[in-house]
């Protein structure tokens, strides 16, 4: 486990678009392609934006969607399809980005998500921590068992509050109550993990996860078990944690 903090958000997104980019074109260079995984919400909105910069070769690129809500149209403006699209694959129109659509019947979406990802092992993973440490939507108390790489989770109310919080929402009522999610093993199976996590509102959320057990109700601490994550925090989000 690696820990940098940076001074500011924008330091923070941009230390950790150039960490996963060199783990894209290390894959790249070594087997031709690259796997990855990307997530959404506020905490990547640097990420993004500086990723988007890199210099890598984005035709031999394959990424996935980590979550996305389900029964939510992909014009909502809190759609994780809708998100990415702008911010990520309409700017750099990688080989292939595999969206979740949450629109479809969810067993057979989760069907097709878990066959597609079985074949294309992942070498960087861009994560983030919730405000209740989930990680994905894998709120808590999460299934660390599953073997399924895609499941449907129920989301608690302070996961639903943060999306509310974050502005994406107009009442906690609109907020959907269920979601597709890469499951914790999943995960887990990435090559390597980049982490970010901006903000004060996550300090205990990363202490919690950095520096407490690993235990289902605190989800992001199973990435302490893990050999290549890289956290990226700024001063505030780390602000509790033992230096």
């Not at 990363?206 to 989800?219: A, H, I, R, W």
Request: net charge negative; glycine share 4%.
């Amino acid at each position: 486990m690696n820990v940098i903090i940076s001074q500011t958000k924008s330091e923070l997104g941009q230390q950790a678009a150039q960490k996963g980019a060199e783990f894209i074109n290390e894959a790249i260079n070594r087997k031709g392609k690259a796997n990855i995984v990307v997530a959404t919400g506020a905490s990547q909105f640097e990420v993004l934006a500086a990723l988007v910069q890199a210099d890598i070769d984005w035709s031999k690129v394959t990424a996935f969607h980590l979550d996305e809500y389900i029964d939510l149209s992909k014009e909502h403006p809190a759609s994780f399809r809708k998100y990415l699209k702008e911010r990520f694959v309409d700017k750099v129109h990688p080989s292939q980005f595999i969206y979740i659509n949450g629109e479809n019947d969810v067993e057979i979406e989760c069907h097709r998500l878990n066959h597609l990802i079985t074949q294309s092992p992942i070498d960087v993973s861009f994560v983030g921590i919730g405000e209740n440490g989930h990680l994905a939507f894998n709120d808590p108390p999460a299934d660390l068992h599953t073997k399924k790489p895609f499941i449907t989770v129920d989301l608690d109310e302070d996961c639903r509050r943060q999306q509310l919080n974050e502005g994406w929402f107009q009442s906690l009522e609109s907020v959907p109550k269920q979601a597709i999610s890469m499951s914790i093993n999943q995960i887990m199976l990435s090559h390597h993990i980049i982490c970010s996590v901006p903000d004060q509102r996550k300090s205990l959320a990363v202490l919690n996860s950095l520096q407490g057990e690993v235990t289902p109700e605190v989800p992001a601490s199973v990435l302490q078990k893990h050999a290549s994550t890289y956290f990226f925090l700024d001063l505030a989000s780390s602000s509790m944690l033992e230096k």
